[in-house]
């Protein structure tokens, strides 16, 4: 368990520096921004047009895809012209797929060349077959004959390299050994780096890209445990593949990239949207800030700062099952359930209502958080069907009070407390005064405290009580450290209970406001939790309107695949092989598929990468040629060619024939929500602000 110094604290990680042209990668460096041109790259006023305002708005490396040699040999033309408009010290990066030729022109022209090993010097085709160990041995001859020129041209250059592995687009020989896994796309990764090494060349920056946040955040602490054994020390470029648009795209971004940066991992990032790509540069800066202003000094100690889970593998943390009021459950094989706060008990009320509306019918709020400043404001609470109270109790009251005013406290409601090291007393009360009244008491103490109280909480059921943590307090261990220690001291005393994430980011740590930080905040934390397996409740606290919280929380459960609530889409960021227009085409067929709950989607702009990138989709949609689309049943093309207009008629038709289409009564309300009289690109400047 090597791949960070701390889980509990953001503490970087030690790497080389690489030189892209001017601007260095990895060591002291801050985190670099970059994003991609989606224009055709033969059309070189267009893509130096694009690269301009990517520098503009702060992209500090720009890639354009080479999908071939003629696209490769534009790239002179495009750096010439890109640095007479004054941005000479902003590099270029071709992308290539396929073709060893196009990079080795690349190389001439661009300050860096990205190459996929799963595509680089092999044919995929899905083969499945055994290799022996010569037949193998074989194999890794010919990569090594294959890229060797490109390592040998790049180190005279001066040029660096990216070694980018995506999820799904590994070669056969990989996918027949180590199966489409994280472990196979680092070995696919650790194939090209010993090619480099060989030749003794370092330049070199590496990526694990995946559309899914876990697989993309277990392979890259997987790539880091292998480098370190092999005395690799390369800058990782971070992101997340076919992220998507709008709220889920950034949500998805987050949590990838956030996870890995918090753990002091990343030197260079892209967050992919299907938007304009000037749109990723604030949301990457953001993210990279957030991350920045984490940055703990090395600790004195050499030993590293573990916490007992897998880093490789998500298990989900075991939890003894509870029932709440309403008809609720927490347990194994129950999805995290999702609490609103709501405030006092006045603003019930006006609440309710629009909690309780039909638009809410696949997102409701479970939980309610109401503040209650007095004992006797237990009595006066409604009768809550579906869903279960959650009463945060303010410090003066005591559990005597409580005892003797709360007669009408419904069965699993739930008592939020806080309690520190010399509550000891206090605690045990509250633990007699739910276990009789059959509620649960949610501990509110980080783990320290907890600790102290070791005694105390073996000595109390486990079968009613939640753990949770209200704030981060020290600001050298974030929020996530600190759950991750508020885990182990659970595990220490022997305690199931759930853990409730509570998103409550105090102002020291959210200085600014926006509804983009927030969201990154929630992603940062509920995100990488989730993706470690732990947390059955979860609360964004930092939404005003308790709707909009409701709708946030679920679409951070769905973006770190631990509750789906609707359509999952996969949709490329687009770039220069791009078939047909993704942003409109995305949008469209949300309209017309995204109440199907639980199917997988994918919109891919080409062929070429599409059908490898869309990983473990249920339908594909991708450009098959100009104004052609291929619909995808998983990994299988089942129709070829069909014109762009009949596209979506069809994809609906597979979805029924597939028995995965249900009726589209929620459209109307998400059509009427999403777009309203405003329109989309509304929507985009929102996220801006
Ligand atoms: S799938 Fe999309 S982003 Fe990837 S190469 Fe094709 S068009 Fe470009």
């Known amino acids: 368990m090597s791949y960070c110094v ?67 040999k534009c790239l002179k033309d495009i750096r010439a012209q890109f640095s007479a408009a004054g941005f000479s010290h902003i590099p270029l990066v071709a992308d290539i797929h396929f073709l060893p030729s196009a990079a080795m022109e690349a190389v001439e022209h661009v300050e860096k060349v990205r190459v996929n090993p799963g595509n680089y010097a092999d044919k995929k085709k899905f083969a499945v077959r055994e290799y022996s160990e010569s037949d193998y041995d074989a194999e890794l001859q010919r990569l090594h004959d294959a890229f060797s020129p490109l390592v040998k041209r790049a180190r005279e250059l001066g040029r660096a390299l990216r070694i980018g592995t995506n999820h799904g687009s590994l070669s056969d020989r990989i996918m027949n050994r180590y199966g489409d896994t994280p472990l196979g796309m680092v070995e696919s990764a650790l194939e090209f780096l010993r090619i480099a090494a060989a030749h003794n060349y370092h330049q070199l920056i590496l990526s694990m890209k995946s559309s899914n946040p876990k697989v993309m955040i277990q392979a890259y602490r997987l790539l880091v445990e292998r480098m370190e054994c092999e005395n690799m020390f390369y ?62 000094p090395l600790p004195a100690s050499p030993e590293r700062e573990n916490d007992r889970l897998d880093p490789y593998q998500f298990t989900r943390r075991a939890i003894l099952p509870q029932t709440l009021s309403g008809g609720i459950s927490l347990g194994p094989e129950q999805p995290p359930r999702v609490v609103v706060r709501v405030g006092p008990p006045e603003n019930l009320a006006a609440v309710l209502p629009s909690l309780h509306s039909p638009k809410l019918k696949e997102t409701p709020a479970e939980g309610l958080l109401v503040s209650i400043d007095s004992a006797a404001a237990l009595n006066t609470l409604p009768v809550l069907d579906p869903g279960f109270f959650v009463l945060e109790l303010a410090a003066g009251i005591s559990a005597e009070a409580c005892a003797s005013q709360a007669a009408r406290l419904r069965p699993g409601t739930v008592l939020l407390k806080s309690f520190t090291r010399t509550e000891a007393t206090s605690l045990r009360e509250f633990a007699a005064f739910a276990q009789a009244q059959n509620c649960v008491l949610a501990i509110d103490a980080p783990a320290p405290e907890l600790a102290a109280l070791a005694d105390t909480l073996r000595s109390i059921s486990d079968t009613k009580l939640w753990f949770t943590l209200s704030t981060p307090t020290d600001p050298t261990v974030h929020a996530t450290g ?96 791009t078939l047909f227009d993704l942003q409109t085409t995305t949008q469209r067929i949300r309209a017309q598929t995204g109440h199907l709950k639980g199917v997988k989607l994918a919109i891919m702009g080409c062929i070429v990468n599409g059908p490898g990138e869309m990983a473990d989709a249920d339908f594909g949609y991708v450009g098959g040629a100009p104004g052609k689309i291929n619909l995808y049943v998983g990994k299988n093309c089942v129709q070829y060619n069909i014109p762009q207009e009949e596209a979506d008629a069809r994809l609906i038709a597979l979805i029924k024939a597939q028995g995965k289409w249900i009726d589209p009564e929620l459209i109307r309300v998400w059509l009427a929500d999403a777009q309203g009289s405003r329109g989309f690109k509304f929507r985009w400047s929102i996220w801006m602000g």
């Open 6 to 72: 701390s889980r509990f604290r953001t503490v970087r990680r030690r790497t080389i520096e690489v030189k892209v042209g001017a601007v260095g990668v990895g060591a002291d460096n801050p985190i670099r921004l970059q994003s991609m041109t989606t224009s055709d790259t033969q059309d070189v006023a267009a893509t130096v047009k694009q690269s301009i305002a990517l520098a503009e708005v702060g992209c500090e490396i720009v890639r354009i895809t080479a999908p071939n040699v003629s696209a490769a």
């Open 235 to 296: 800058p990782l470029h971070l992101g997340v593949t076919e992220a998507g648009d709008g709220e889920d795209g950034r949500i998805k971004s987050a949590i990838g990239i956030g996870s890995l940066l918090l753990d002091g991992l990343g030197d260079t990032i892209r967050v992919s949207l299907t938007e304009d790509s000037v749109y990723e540069i604030p949301v990457a800066r953001a993210i990279a800030d957030k991350a920045m202003s984490r940055w703990s």
């Open 482 to 577: 600190a759950y991750r220690q508020l885990a182990q001291t659970l595990q220490d005393v022997g305690s199931g209970a759930p853990i409730w994430i509570r998103n409550t980011a105090a102002t020291a740590v959210l200085p600014d406001p926006s509804f983009l930080s927030r969201l990154l905040e929630a992603s940062f934390l509920t995100g990488t939790l989730l993706c470690d397996g732990l947390g059955d409740v979860v609360s964004i606290e930092t939404e005003a309107d308790p709707v909009r919280a409701a709708r946030l929380t679920y679409n951070v459960l769905q973006g770190a695949g631990a509750r789906i609530s609707k359509t999952e889409f996969v949709a490329c960021p687009s770039c220069g092989r």
